[in-house]
């Protein structure tokens, strides 16, 4: 940091909480925090941009009278104006459900903070992006090729009228690159990229080059696509993406607003034994990875769904006390870093056991569908036919439709193997609504 | 203050250098279902020093203006670092040293908050109420009023304040384990009055979500469609607007080929244009954030490739005149090449002539969203109906619709004379900046032979 400012802010967030309260404020939450970050682009298979980074931010919320409210400044000079303008929209604010926040108490310990990758020099950032361009070109020098390579660190710390004070550091790294292949009207897009806090062998500019061309080759030949309902198998990054509506479904503040599909499903089977779907928000150097929430509540090992029955739902603070349940961690209802249980036979198996399929690697347009009732829709921007167990093309001009929880309730698999960074396997479903235009 | 960005930036050792500095003040109202779930106020500033040398891109963000001598020589380091060649910027006329005051109808900042609240509170209530099977609702307001000063070494100088209210609606109905959402809205940068007397947009919003519990998935395959003023717009914006942004092309051979000038892209029937100057619009501006004056660009003239959106370097690696498309969205962020306010220019058609001729097909309502990878694009309608021997039919949902742009543009076969210019709101998202104010419009449009995905 260029600036540190966590022992003043410590005071500052202290002091914010306690002028809310002696204003009339029955409690107060108070965090800063500070980024600082440097990056560099590749455009055009060339350095274009190298760039420095620098953001501040001090929010204060506070509860009054059943009332709720939150003012964010970027100017940590003037505690007692933010104090007074926070009070003062309270008194017109959102519903509050409880009138404190939680006692704190232990958390977990995790390393989030790497003194290697605070310090890395923009050189080796440069570096790092020209050798996965490089790598990239190997293909063809026709390729428009870009990269992105950045670090980050951060400070921040949080205090709260029931006598939380926590300090946290992180580090972040970020490295990727993709690549655009123009043939006529028909364009291909392909990349890779990773993120961690630890400076480690994942840092790899031959990754992203390796991982880039393996789907530029696989997609030198096209094919038409399977179409009907279709077995589709998603590599971790899509198979994390398309189990999205299931975190949206275990969301307290959904089950108890009437949104969730849900929400009177707790202890009923909603998929195949095969389902298990976990939080674990204390992976070391993993970018999501927390100790506790927004309000100061440890977060922990969580269970939603157990071998295809749905175990629990996600509470913050202010949602469980509207629902008489206990917090679980989860800020905003929603999960720190969600993960799926492995399965038994490895994705290269599950592939190899598919007469006709189609390998679905990006979705374009996902989310534009009704997201909360399960339903998930998208082109496909990358994807594969597999005939009798091996790829054998790239699919345009395709679209794939379905309910997730019809899905999970089929023909459900997750692989063996898993990604060494976002902990998610492969997934197969069975019976996807696959159109294609040709 | 504009003053004091000038000076730093005579400082700069660099071919270009820009400084862009803002404050933001912002309220906001959510209720989620009978009671608000959030209100929120903020006050934060930020800025970006952008330099050029040697051709080479180097830029400092920062949060205050304490620092901004050190801002300013980070970003000229930075593109020291990067530059290998020749600094090429358009010679566009710049904002001369002017400030633009915002000429609210009616200025949101003396309503009390308290009043805001009440306005969504009294929809809350008609979309909570107003329609049987309805579950929940989302209604939001929010209001930002930035101000921004901006200098560049080309001499441009000028500071504006950019005023803008944003009216959010939505219903949530559900039919058994069925969830339905249906979603409208209002955004303003001209008077707090557009958030106001919208009781009856709010009533169809319920009555919307619950019909589209009773309506059946729309079913998937090739269809002609009839889209409406919404979605075409939208359909304009993803599918052809994107494509004409100068930064996906100027750097890229293959793509300066296929996006030519003259290019045939459609029939000639067909134009669209991009305009950051028309009135009462979200995409409007005086200047675009590296200071060049907005304007109209035809991006296709009778049916061909007329023009492209550009910034500086852009143009002047394209040989192209500037067109005042250099865009941020948030304080600190760069400005890249994007759309203002894109639409499809009336046709000849009535709207009734373009589903006469359809025996088979889907009239494709209202917007959820869309996405483009180039040439590939998809976007998802709200609702829609069944259209069978020219009428049309029962309402359906989940219509998603993919091509590929220039088959789909030559697919066009009827425009109808009815342009609308949609100001609802949201907006447009690139490289990580998002939501950036636009608004889109279009007539009616019919495309034959369009994918729709489909359960
Ligand atoms: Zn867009």
Not at chain 1, 290 to 316: H, I, N, Q
Not at chain 2, 88 to 106: F, G, K, M, N, T
Request: hydrophobic content about 40%; overall charge negative; proline content about 5%.
């Amino acid at each position: 940091m260029r600036r540190p400012m966590l022992d003043r802010m410590a005071d500052a967030v202290q002091q914010a909480v306690e002028e809310a309260t002696r204003l009339g404020a029955q409690a107060a939450k108070a965090r800063f925090a500070q980024t600082e970050a440097i990056s560099c682009e590749f455009e055009a298979g060339v350095l274009k941009a190298t760039t420095s980074e620098q953001g501040r931010a001090l929010s204060l919320e506070v509860i009054r009278d059943g009332k709720r409210a939150t003012v964010t400044c970027n100017d940590p000079g003037d505690v007692p104006a933010l104090a007074a303008r926070a009070v003062a929209l309270a008194e017109i604010g959102a519903s509050a459900h409880c009138s404190a926040y939680p006692e704190p108490s232990t958390c977990a310990q995790i390393l989030r903070h790497c003194p290697e990758t605070a310090a890395l020099p923009r050189e080796r950032l440069i570096e790092a992006g020209r050798a996965a361009v490089e790598g990239i070109r190997a293909y063809s020098d026709e390729l428009y090729i870009g990269a992105e390579v950045s670090r980050s660190e951060a400070e921040a710390v949080i205090a709260h009228s029931s006598g939380l004070l926590h300090r946290t550091t992180t580090t972040n790294w970020n490295l990727g690159g993709y690549a655009q292949k123009t043939d006529g009207t028909d364009m291909l897009f392909c990349g890779a990229g990773r993120q961690w806090r630890r400076l480690n062998s994942f840092f790899d500019p031959d990754w992203v080059a390796r991982e880039t061309l393996h789907d530029l080759r696989l997609a030198e030949r096209t094919a038409p696509a399977p179409t009907g309902l279709v077995t589709i198998l998603a590599p971790p990054e899509a198979a994390a993406m398309l189990l999205a509506p299931l975190a949206m479904a275990c969301s307290g503040r959904s089950v108890l607003k009437g949104e969730s599909p849900l929400r009177d499903k707790l202890g009923a089977k909603i998929g195949s034994p095969s389902l298990t779907i976990i939080d674990a928000p204390h992976v070391d150097w993993a970018p999501d990875s927390a100790v506790m929430d927004d309000c100061g509540v440890p977060t922990r090992p969580f269970t939603m769904v157990d071998r295809g029955v749905l175990r629990a739902f996600m509470y913050d603070v202010d949602t469980a006390a509207m629902a008489g349940a206990k917090p679980t961690g989860h800020t905003g209802c929603g999960p720190v870093r969600m993960q799926m249980q492995p399965g038994t036979r490895t994705s290269a198996e599950m592939r190899r056991g598919l007469a006709e399929g189609l390998i679905v690697k990006n979705l374009m347009g996902f989310g534009q569908s009704n997201l909360m009732n399960g339903d998930i829709a998208g082109n496909v921007a990358l994807g594969y036919r597999v005939e009798k167990g091996e790829t054998v093309g790239r699919v345009k001009n395709t679209m794939v439709a379905a309910n997730l929880y019809d899905l999970l309730d089929g023909g459900f698999e997750a692989s063996s193997d898993v990604d060494p960074l976002r902990g998610w396997p492969w997934i197969l479903l069975e019976g996807v609504s696959v159109s294609s235009g040709g | 203050m504009r003053d004091r960005l000038a000076d730093a930036l005579s400082r700069a050792k660099a071919d270009y250098a820009e400084v862009r500095f803002s404050i933001d003040d912002s309220t906001s109202v959510m209720y989620r279902g009978p009671e608000p779930e959030q209100v929120r106020s903020a006050r934060l500033s930020g800025g970006v020093v952008r330099a050029c040398v040697r051709g080479g891109w180097g830029s400092s963000n920062f949060d205050s203006l304490d620092d901004l001598d050190h801002h300013v020589r980070e970003a000229c380091e930075c593109a020291g670092l990067v530059g290998t060649t020749a600094t090429q910027i358009a010679d566009a006329p710049v904002a001369p040293p002017s400030e633009h005051r915002a000429a609210l109808l009616r200025d949101f900042r003396g309503i009390a908050v308290t009043e805001k609240i009440a306005l969504v509170a009294a929809y809350n209530d008609i979309l909570l109420r107003s329609v049987p099977g309805v579950e929940t609702s989302f209604a939001g307001y929010s209001e930002v009023f930035r101000t921004v000063a901006f200098a560049s070494s080309r001499g441009a100088s000028f500071l504006e304040e950019r005023p803008r209210v944003d009216l959010f609606l939505g219903a949530v109905a559900r039919d058994g384990s069925l969830v339905q959402q249906c979603f409208d809205g209002r955004a303003s940068l001209q008077t707090y009055d557009a958030a106001v007397g919208l009781e009856a947009l709010a009533e169809e919003v319920a009555r919307r979500a619950v019909a589209l519990t009773k309506a059946p998935p729309c079913p998937g395959g090739t269809h002609t469609a009839v889209l409406d003023n919404r979605l075409a717009g939208v359909f304009a914006h993803e599918a052809f607007g994107h494509m004409s942004e100068a930064d996906f092309i100027y750097e890229n051979p293959q793509m300066r080929e296929l996006m030519v000038l003259g290019r045939e892209m459609g029939g000639p029937e067909l134009n669209i244009v991009d305009d950051g100057s028309m009135p009462d619009a979200q995409g409007t501006h005086p200047f675009d954030d590296e200071g060049t004056a907005t304007g109209k660009t035809y991006l296709i003239r009778n049916g061909l490739l007329a023009g492209r959106l550009h910034s500086l370097e852009t143009a002047a690696k394209m040989g192209e005149p500037a067109t005042g498309n250099a865009r941020a969205v948030r304080q600190s962020d760069r400005p890249l090449v994007r759309m203002t306010n894109t639409y499809i220019e009336a046709g000849t058609a009535t709207v009734q002539e373009l589903i006469a001729g359809i025996d088979k097909g889907i009239y494709a309502c209202d917007a959820l969203g869309g996405q483009t990878m180039m040439e590939q694009f998809t976007f998802s309608a709200g609702y829609g109906y069944r259209i069978e021997n020219g009428l049309l039919g029962e309402m359906v949902r989940d219509i998603v619709l993919t091509g590929n742009l220039f088959q789909t543009l030559h697919a066009i076969d009827g425009i109808a004379d009815d342009l609308v210019i949609t100001n609802g709101p949201g907006g447009c998202g690139k490289g990580g900046q998002a939501p950036l104010p636009v608004s889109f419009g279009s007539p009616h449009i019919r495309i034959r032979d369009v994918v729709i995905g489909g359960r």
